[in-house]
T-cell receptor, first 111, second 114 residues
Framework: GENVEQHPSTLSVQEGDSAVIKCTYSDSASNYFPWYKQELGKRPQLIIDIRSNVGEKKDQRIAVTLNKTAKHFSLHITETQPEDSAVYFCAASIGSGKLQFGAGTQVVVTP | DAGVIQSPRHEVTEMGQEVTLRCKPISGHNSLFWYRQTMMRGLELLIYFNNNVPIDDSGMPEDRFSAKMPNASFSTLKIQPSEPRDSAVYFC????????????FGQGTRLTVV
């Protein structure tokens, strides 16, 4: 089955700097790659997603890139703010309904 | 829409007791997922349904776990008998399409088995 690896497990950045989280997946048939943000004690919520027919997608300070050949995708957060502090999860799906999540990255933005 | 609704929000039970977690998906969504979240294992998919039919239950840890979806607006996850290692946050999520669109999560049920 699909295996998603996510790095780093923790990331500390200064406010205003950029944060990058990387994920790799194993199943070349995967075609949907969402990113979720989970604040402490809250539910995971989608922040951005990308499909396999697109290489890059941007939404304000957040961008995701996908390299299908290398089977990896990344989340980029620019101009980080304290409210960006949370756990971020990447995920991959082959469209069968099974969304496989990475282990998560704890992002801490220090003022 | 009120989103995915789970109940109860918190459950504390004694080892050996039966626990039933409930979920109401978003109206119109045809896929429903049950996840378990722990510090050690992260977010694990336990089972998912499409059009009320269980599609993949390979993530269900043991026979003590069972899930049903009797209709499009209701699902249950049952643990019988419960054990301390079942303590976790259990999330229900629903989506409009089978894994190709956003999965909306409920607020979760924090289960503590003592």
């Amino acid at each position: 089955g699909e295996n998603v690896e996510q790095h780093p497990s923790t990331l500390s950045v200064q406010e205003g700097d950029s944060a990058v989280i990387k994920c790799t997946y194993s199943d070349s048939a995967s075609n949907y790659f969402p990113w979720y943000k989970q604040e402490l004690g809250k539910r995971p919520q989608l922040i951005i997603d990308i499909r396999s027919n697109v290489g890059e997608k941007k939404d304000q300070r957040i961008a995701v890139t996908l390299n299908k050949t290398a089977k990896h995708f990344s989340l980029h957060i620019t101009e980080t703010q304290p409210e960006d502090s949370a756990v971020y999860f990447c995920a991959a799906s082959i469209g069968s309904g099974k969304l496989q999540f990475g282990a998560g990255t704890q992002v801490v933005v220090t003022p | 829409d009120a989103g995915v609704i789970q109940s109860p929000r918190h459950e504390v039970t004694e080892m050996g007791q039966e626990v039933t977690l409930r979920c109401k998906p978003i109206s119109g969504h045809n896929s429903l997922f049950w996840y378990r979240q722990t510090m050690m294992r992260g977010l694990e998919l336990l089972i998912y349904f499409n059009n009320n039919v269980p599609i993949d239950d390979s993530g269900m840890p043991e026979d003590r776990f069972s899930a049903k979806m009797p209709n499009a607006s209701f699902s249950t996850l049952k643990i019988q008998p419960s054990e301390p290692r079942d303590s976790a946050v259990y999330f229900c999520a629903s989506s409009r399409d089978r894994g190709l669109t956003e999965a909306f999560f409920g607020q979760g049920t924090r289960l503590t088995v003592v």
